[in-house]
Each structure stands twice: as C-alpha cells, then as structure tokens.
C-alpha cells in the first residue's frame, strides 16, 4: 500500500531557478540604474543614490544631508555621476577591452569584489564593502558561504 506514494515529487526544482539576477531591484523595479548599489561617494563612503536628469541616468551622492535641513556652508558639494560616464570608464578601470556590454562589465566588478568610487573630479575602483565582509565571513565560516 504505501509504495504508491514514492512517486510524489519530493524536490521542488522551481525554488532553485527563481533566483533574481543582476539588475533587479530591492522593490522589484527593473530600473535603468544598472550600477546601482555598486557606486559609492568617495567623500563620505555612503553609496549613492541612483537619480536621473534629462532622462539621463545617474548617481548622486548628498553625504546625508537632505535638501529640508540647514546645510552647513562649508558642506562639500553633492557628487554627481552619470550612468553612461561610468560605463564609459569601466573598461579602462577594470583594465579589460573595451566593447563589453554593460553586464559583463558589472560581472567583472562583481567577480573582483570591486566597487566605483567616486569623488568630485575622479572614478577609481576599490574592493567593496560587502565583498570585504563577505571574505571574512567565508574565512571564519565553513568555507562553503556563496556570494549572491
Ligand atoms: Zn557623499
């Protein structure tokens, strides 16, 4: 009597194939800000905002001042970066031919635990914040841990 029930799936193989890829964001959006989350402000180490002018997409950093409080005079200027800039100079930052696509660019960021720095006049590439964690936490842990 009981083999019949041998037969029921016991996997579930849609759980494994339902991961989100690069590119999706927190809420679900798939935005144009395909950098997102991979930009950090060189002034004050927040990550910046994605934003957009003109239709442009971008980043932008306030170093957590908003446009309602008082703003000390002496406050460094927001940092802005265009999207397209950045990938402009992906290839020459992470030292690979150019004519990549956007996604493989980000791929590379990813594999190298890197992330973009920028600052007033400059974009440079640094290990990532989250990438460093993770390094120690794979040390520590049993070895196995996976980068999302
Ligand atoms: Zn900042």
Redesign the pocket.
């Known amino acids: 009597m009981s083999e019949g029930t041998a037969h029921e799936p016991s996997v579930d193989d849609a759980t494994f194939t339902a991961v989100p890829g690069i590119g999706t964001a927190k809420n679900g959006e798939t935005r144009r800000h395909v950098l997102a989350g991979l930009v950090v ?1 060189g ?4 990550r910046m905002d994605g934003h957009r002018v003109h239709g442009h997409a971008g980043y932008r ?4 001042y908003t446009s309602a409080g008082p703003r000390p005079a002496r406050a ?1 200027r927001n ?1 802005y970066a265009r999207e397209e800039h950045l990938l402009d100079a992906l290839p020459g930052l992470l030292e690979v031919d150019g004519g990549d696509t956007a996604s493989k660019l980000i791929e590379q960021l990813a594999e190298r635990g890197l992330e973009i720095v920028c600052t007033h006049h400059n974009r440079g590439l640094r290990p990532s914040m989250t990438q460093r964690r993770a390094n120690v936490l794979t040390r520590s842990g049993r070895g196995a841990l996976h980068l999302g």
Request: charged share 25%; aromatic share 0%; glycine share 10%.
């Open positions: 402000c002034v004050c180490d927040r950093c306030r170093h957590g460094p940092v």
